[in-house]
């Protein structure tokens, strides 16, 4: 797939608040494909979370434009889901009910639509555990829970905004490798905010550095580890020579 998913042209973006307006965003070109799965890293407080905001149509830019898919994002899109750091699951219902909460908030919801979410339950290992609740199940399992219910609309763009921080070391090292793979196995494009250029390169085909506030692209890293599940990549002798790279540029 070479089509391009979302494209930043001359993207800016200014807030405003009681001290007067920022410049979080400066000037901002980047093109995304279809498929890709990019890695977004930079000082904290530089605008990566701001950037999401901007693809799913929750603010808008100052100056330039975003399109997906060629289209101009005037407005949030069902084009795009969110996925955050907390599972956000309902304790109340079943894992199961939880998974189907967005095709039900659409308007979606009807028998083609639940069984590919019972077939996404079933292919990712969760289907024995659609009666059970959230609190009967471990971080990972909760957060592939949280995935499948973002896949379940058919997204075409998933926006993961630090989505393992959440979680203990171990279990961010696993759950960031089994969800990766999802997303790859399911065709779609990807954008990760992390502050960990360890689990960027692990996870990432391109990683695209920021600068201090406002954000500009300072330099993106092609990560040449494609076909690598994300644990065996760490093992690689290119994983402390892209580490090395990209912490020098961060300095």
Same mark, same amino acid.
């Given at each position: 797939?070479?089509?391009?998913?979302?494209?930043?042209?001359?993207?800016?973006?200014?807030?405003?608040?009681?001290?007067?307006?920022?410049?979080?965003?400066?000037?901002?070109?980047?093109?995304?494909?279809?498929?890709?799965?990019?890695?977004?890293?930079?000082?904290?407080?530089?605008?990566?979370?701001?950037?999401?905001?901007?693809?799913?149509?929750?603010?808008?830019?100052?100056?330039?434009?975003?399109?997906?898919?060629?289209?101009?994002?005037?407005?949030?899109?069902?084009?795009?889901?969110?996925?955050?750091?907390?599972?956000?699951?309902?304790?109340?219902?079943?894992? @199961?009910?939880?998974?189907?909460?967005? &095709?039900?908030? *659409?308007?979606? =919801? #009807?028998?083609?639509?639940?069984?590919?979410? +019972?077939?996404?339950?079933?292919?990712?290992?969760?289907?024995?555990?659609?009666?059970?609740?959230?609190?009967?199940?471990?971080?990972?399992?909760?957060?592939?829970?949280?995935?499948?219910?973002?896949?379940?609309?058919?997204?075409?763009?998933?926006? @993961?905004?630090?989505?393992?921080?959440? &979680?203990?070391? *171990?279990?961010? =090292? #696993?759950?960031?490798?089994?969800?990766?793979? +999802?997303?790859?196995?399911?065709?779609?494009?990807?954008?990760?905010?992390?502050?960990?250029?360890?689990?960027?390169?692990?996870?990432?085909?391109?990683?695209?550095?920021?600068?201090?506030?406002?954000?500009?692209?300072?330099?993106?890293?092609?990560?040449?580890?494609?076909?690598?599940?994300? &644990?065996?990549?760490?093992?690689?002798?290119?994983?402390?020579?892209?580490?090395?790279? +990209?912490?020098?540029?961060?300095?």
């Amino acid at each position: 797939m070479n089509n391009i998913a979302v494209n930043f042209s001359n993207v800016s973006y200014r807030y405003h608040t009681v001290e007067g307006e920022t410049l979080a965003v400066d000037n901002l070109n980047l093109e995304i494909k279809e498929g890709e799965f990019i890695g977004i890293v930079g000082p904290s407080g530089c605008g990566k979370s701001t950037l999401l905001s901007l693809v799913s149509g929750l603010i808008k830019p100052t100056s330039g434009k975003i399109e997906i898919l060629g289209v101009p994002v005037t407005e949030p899109s069902k084009k795009v889901a969110y996925m955050l750091q907390q599972d956000q699951l309902f304790e109340w219902r079943t894992i @199961l009910k939880n998974t189907l909460l967005g &095709l039900e908030i *659409q308007h979606k =919801l #009807n028998d083609e639509t639940k069984q590919n979410v +019972i077939n996404l339950l079933k292919r990712y290992g969760l289907y024995d555990f659609k009666d059970s609740y959230p609190r009967q199940l471990s971080g990972g399992m909760r957060q592939r829970a949280a995935l499948i219910r973002t896949l379940a609309v058919s997204p075409d763009i998933l926006l @993961l905004d630090e989505p393992f921080s959440a &979680l203990d070391y *171990q279990t961010r =090292l #696993n759950v960031a490798d089994e969800i990766t793979q +999802i997303i790859k196995k399911e065709g779609k494009t990807a954008l990760l905010v992390t502050h960990d250029i360890s689990e960027a390169i692990s996870t990432c085909d391109r990683i695209i550095a920021l600068s201090y506030r406002p954000a500009s692209l300072k330099k993106i890293f092609e990560i040449d580890l494609a076909g690598t599940p994300p &644990l065996e990549r760490r093992k690689s002798p290119l994983f402390p020579e892209y580490f090395n790279e +990209i912490w020098k540029e961060l300095e």
